[in-house]
């Protein structure tokens, strides 16, 4: 089964996301910020959660709290477990003000 890994802070496309990614059969682990995130890929890295690794990681790039999307990203490219996996970063947010 294809497995993902999705960061998303706003509760409507939250669930736009879990329902597309349903409807292709596929399951995975989200998380509404950053900090969430991050807790998971300690816990995968050190052993302390046995999960079926993801197979991508889609994020979003502006998220509430400390932790934003490219720092999550970051974190993912120095996992041992998780480094090779690919990530997308998307913001329903203008990147740059108006």
């Known amino acids: 089964m294809t497995t993902w890994m999705l960061i998303e802070d706003e509760p409507d496309l939250l ?48 998220l509430p709290g400390g932790l934003q999307g490219d720092e999550v990203a970051a974190h993912l490219r120095r996992s041992p477990s998780l480094s090779a996996m690919p990530v997308i970063l998307t913001s329903a947010s203008p990147l740059t003000p108006a």
Do not use: H, K, N
């Not at 910020?33 to 300690?42: F, P, V």
């Open 15 to 62: 669930e736009a996301l879990l329902v597309m990614t349903q409807l292709f059969g596929s399951d995975g682990v989200a998380f509404t910020s950053g900090e969430e995130a991050a807790a998971w890929i300690d816990e995968i890295d050190g052993g302390a959660l046995r999960a079926e690794l993801p197979e991508l990681a889609w994020i979003d790039l502006r």
